[in-house]
């Protein structure tokens, strides 16, 4: 079969069937290249008239179109014909890779474009998941396996603390939740200890941070893992009052025979945009995912202000969480405003786009007084439950924490 003869035979089929809708519904668009004139038409027609055009109105408007009888079912031919089209994406990805290595281009960047054009095959392969909310008993057996089961506490991945699980349920595939705060409150580090905790209950984190290195994010994590039981982040640092006798062996009965944490960061990276965190995604099928931070990421799509590539970026991570079913957690800046050091700030502080407020499950917002050891984290926005707030006494260079009450923290 040529390339261009699913093209032609899914449309022959919609011609005969008339069924437009179906092929809407599963995202067809991508795999007209030849006859994406004759597709458009199609579409344009149903809109206007209700119903697919004739053999004989489609022959009146395209002389050249080649007619046939398509025997099988209509749903064949889409199946067909997204396969066929995701081979010639994959066939012209690799084609500009090998003509840009011919020219001597940058490996690096011929891999950032190999990633960024796998995600856009990725995303386009993809479709939209219809159902009917009368049909409840998948619903139903989902229930009946929450209620039989003793073991099972919440419905997502474990935070570890325990006031948002009880509340928010953990979180669950398809969540985009935004963490955000005045600059060096801890708001990545509160993304770090969530992460922690949730591969210590067996998870699998991923964390994309542009803002440090790769050697400063290993150690924060092995602080936080620590939890002052043999070392702290300054001695870490500075190498002064442990031994590599004790490190190693703290290592070691730590990480060894559990699930790994995966770590990108900006360290050799060309460019880090939705496609290049949707490859990652696909590479290391996390549990939970960390973006650190949002207006460090790069937009695939070319947005002109930072407000319009701040948007797209928020979007696109919202349908990357749903499509994969992995939550998502995007750590984001506010505005600067006086008096900001007295108080954790509002949605309406969100920095460049208030597209991130629209688009979060959930949206925590974190604070810390100077030299306070007090973390306050409240929710500004909420999608699946009533608004809460929790306290934690942290100290970040011990890695020790704990939930306290709000009469604790004036303590």
Known sequence: MSLVNYELNLLNSIIKTGDVTACVEQGVDHVFAEYADVWNFILEFNNEY??????????????????????????????DAKRQSLGRGVRGALFKASEALKNGDDPAKILTLIQNESAQLIRDSGRLKDSNIADYSERADVLKDRIQNPDHKIVGVTSGIKVIDAHFGGFQPGDFVVVIGWTGVG?????????????????????????????QEEFRMDTILNAGQVFTNTQLTNGKGISLDEYEGWAQSTFEGKPPIHLVTSDGIETADQHFVQSKIEQYKPDLVI???????????????????????????????????????DVSGVTMDDGHDERPPELSEIAWSKQLSYDADMVLSVHRSAGS???????????????????????????????IYEHEASE
Request: hydrophobic share 40%; with cysteine.
């Open 50 to 79: 209700g119903q697919a055009p004739s053999k004989d109105v489609v022959k009146t408007n395209f002389k050249g179109f080649e007619f046939f009888t398509a025997e099988s079912p209509l749903q064949f031919y889409i199946d």
């Open 373 to 403: 050891d007090v973390f306050q984290v409240v929710t500004r926005k909420t999608r699946r439950c009533a608004p809460f707030a929790f306290y934690l006494r942290w100290n970040l260079d011990s890695g020790e924490w704990k939930e």
């Open 187 to 215: 708001k990545s580090a509160l993304t770090r200890l969530m992460a922690a905790n949730a591969w210590r209950a067996g998870y699998v984190p991923l964390i994309v941070s542009l803002e440090m290195d790769r050697l």
């Open 291 to 329: 973006l650190d931070y949002h207006t460090l990421f790069d937009d695939a799509n070319k947005g002109g202000s930072e407000t319009e590539r701040a948007k797209n970026l928020s979007k696109a991570f919202k349908r990357m969480a749903v499509r994969n079913r992995v939550p998502i957690l």
